[in-house]
């Protein structure tokens, strides 16, 4: 049914939906069952240490004979910058006062070390069907050993020069992320946010702009948004948001529940969770640090100091502090496990398919 | 060969195409070229005195007996502010001394009336057979009048929560404006440009929300964007940036360079250019003065102490003051007569529709 069968061919999957990794929220669990529902089910390693990885990995190779994807971050590491920290944690002080932590409160170390030799190892071993970055490409030497064990790789661009960029490196696909979507921008060669356009208007510029399949990201959610995509030259879509409704998502019940009464214009990009711009739901601590701002320290560090703050609040039930990442869509969010979600996504993408053709 | 025929018959036009009214870039050639080719053309009359109403109706009326829109804005009127004219000229002082301007330059008053009396009664007599407006509706009795002489009434909106808004008060169609789109944003029951979905998100959510027939609008310049705005659930589009690269366009010809080597991630939605956020080229002035802020004046006064300015840097060669409008999809305008752009989107659309239906 697919009009593009470059992606079904490259990865050698049934349908060209790809599960979006979504760091924190997802784990083999849901890979598992998009797999087997005929889409490529995502493994996000970023925020798992080595026997993680293996256990995640291992656990979708028992369970499944389907190709799956394996998910890492290659961001520039955190520079230490105890000033900076301090200020961080000054700014959120009214807050921890609020929530009555002490000036003993604990703050933990929240950093998360780009892919690397030891990742790399364990993609050699176990050897996925395709590896996805984001945040850019790691070294050329580790990119150099994925690829030779016929690993597929693939990183999202959110603006045609980091589509270039990534087709020069020897990427087999590109996502370019619309500024609709959930979660973090995978930027690496720009840092302004403003600049980067919808996935209407992104897609069709990367499309011409390389030679490799491209997949569309950013405010896809049902079978109109798939039939888009493809229309404006995508050969697949990656699907975040619409994932996190299902029973297999590890999101708590607060960011569940603001998924399901979610309107169009209540998600925004902020630094103020991590250090790097995601988008999500706006909150109180978004409205009163600001969106986007010097404040924050580099990613993922800012988020230690909030931790305290996030785990007090939400267990009064206030999610002000939570990082509840959701994108433009999510009010097209309907609850259903995920395999049923591929297969709905699939069979309303062929209804649209249908429909435009009879015409 | 349209999958969705509610706006070709809304409007008896032949093709479900509007050409967006683009206030001071266009004029009566252009909306005649389109609705020439079976498109609907627009004339944007919100900088045009009643003469200028007339004149511009009656040469389409002459030229063409196809349908055509008429255009009016609906802003709140500029509140007289002269502590923050001042405030502005002040901010612009550093460059009217890099170009030489001398502290006695003249600063005209540039101030817009929204649709009132005198337009409407013009309309009465002349009937346009669609009248959109941009910044919401007029006042009732106003819209009662339009809409008792027959004409299709249609509204921009930037969110679902507006569009259900103007559906309430009677629009027979509704564009959902994307936040890829260029020229001015239709908001008028927010001011936050970052809660502002893009057109993939919009589109399906504005669909969903209202029964008349949705026009699609934003990063929209060939076939396969208007195909990808059909599957998703819209009825039409209205594309502007593509229209401006034509040679019945009025932009000027600096404007035409950077329209003619556009890239994806040049443009910005700022207040900078005349008080209200529009989409277009990043110019040294949104660099200095900052995208969106509080310091130029009310709409569209902010626009009167730039104009010396702009019209010395552009005698120079210079468009740092200029609001080069452009959407986030000007990388894909191609040049061509109003008319053969019309035909071209047909047969690119076609063509998609017969490309998705052919797996």
Redesign the interface.
Known sequence: ???DRRLVDLFGVTHPIIQAPMAGSVDATMAVAVCEAGGLGSLPCATLNGDQMRAGIGIIQQQTTQPFNANFFCHDPAKPDAAQDAQWRARLDPYYKEFGLGDDTPVPTVDLPPFGEDACAIIEDLKPAVVSFHFGLPEQSLLDRVRAVGCKIVCSAN???EARWLEERGCHAIIAQ???AGGHRGMFL?EDI?????????V???V?AVQVPVIAA?????G??I???????ASGVQIGTACLSTPESLVSDLHRDALSGA???????TNAWTGRPARGF?TQLVNDVG?ITDAPPDFPTASGALRPLKNKAESEGSAAFSSLLA???A??NRVAGAGALVSMLVSEAAE????????
Chains 1, 2 share one sequence.
Not at 194 to 202: H, I, N, R
């Open positions: 049914m697919w009009p603006t045609v020069r619309g500024s609709e720009s403003t600049e980067q356009a919808g996935t209407m208007a992104l069709p510029q990367v011409d950013g405010g896809i959610a049902d109109r948004g039939a888009a995509a493809f229309a404006l030259g309107e169009d214009d209540q998600t925004v990009i706006r969106a994108g433009q869509a009010g097209l649209q398919f249908e429909r435009l053709s009879r015409s």
